[in-house]
């Protein structure tokens, strides 16, 4: 079945400092890769996704690249800030069908929490 | 706009019991999926539905049981509660699947479940 690994946290960084959180993953089909991100006290949302081989996703000055050949997704930004503390999921979703109909399930890595430091 | 709501927020039961916990779908929204997450995991996929069935079931037991209603707003129940179903339970919402697979999921804060 599907699966994702990421790089096991916490990962504590100093203000401005470069990021890199790994992530791999298994699946069957071709699927669709995205990072979520969940704040202190707050739900997960998304942080941002790539759709297909060689696409990159970028948004709040996090990118990350879908790798076929490595089945990877790796996010990485330049220069964290305080504010980018939070805990950072790795997920891959895959669309099949079903009995009735179509489905869409997300798969997701176990989480690496990032604490950055002033 | 509303995103995704759920209640209650936090929640208490003894093993044995049952519980339903409820998701309104943000707004536009028709499919509902929900997941579990244990303390320092990640969400685990319990199920999924659009247009009021069950498309896909992920690996739990059949004492998870859900349901949608027309207006797309879902319950997930838990039968004879165990210890180990104490977790945070994310409802998700999405645009219809037949817009593919690549629809990000967006998630409400969720239901903190204790069972004692």
């Known amino acids: 079945g599907d699966s994702v690994t990421q790089m096991e946290g916490p990962v504590t960084l100093s203000e401005e400092a470069f990021l890199t959180i790994n992530c791999t993953y298994t699946a069957t089909g071709y699927p669709s890769l995205f990072w979520y991100v969940q704040y202190p006290g707050e739900g997960l949302q998304l942080l941002l996704k790539a759709t297909k081989a060689d696409d990159k996703g970028s948004n709040k000055g996090f990118e990350a690249t879908y790798r076929k050949e490595t089945t990877s997704f790796h996010l990485e930004k330049g220069s964290v800030q305080v504010s980018d503390s939070a805990v950072y999921f790795c997920a891959l979703s895959d669309q099949g069908f079903a009995g009735t109909g179509g489905y869409q399930k997300v798969t997701f890595g176990t989480g690496t929490k990032l604490q950055v430091i002033p | 706009d509303a995103g995704v709501t759920q209640s209650p927020t936090h929640l208490i039961k003894t093993r044995g019991q049952q519980v339903t916990l409820r998701c309104s779908p943000k707004?536009?929204?028709?499919?509902v999926s929900w997941y579990q997450q244990a303390l320092g995991q990640g969400p685990q996929f319990i199920f999924q539905y659009y247009e009021e069935e069950e498309r896909q079931r992920g690996n739990f037991p059949d004492r998870f049981s859900g349901h949608q209603f027309p207006n797309y707003s879902s319950e997930l129940n838990v039968n004879a509660l165990l210890l180990g179903d104490s977790a945070l339970y994310l409802c998700a919402s999405s645009l219809e699947l037949g817009l593919g697979y690549n629809s990000p999921l967006h998630f409400g804060n969720g239901t903190r479940l204790t069972v004692t």
């Open positions: 707004s536009g929204h028709d499919t």
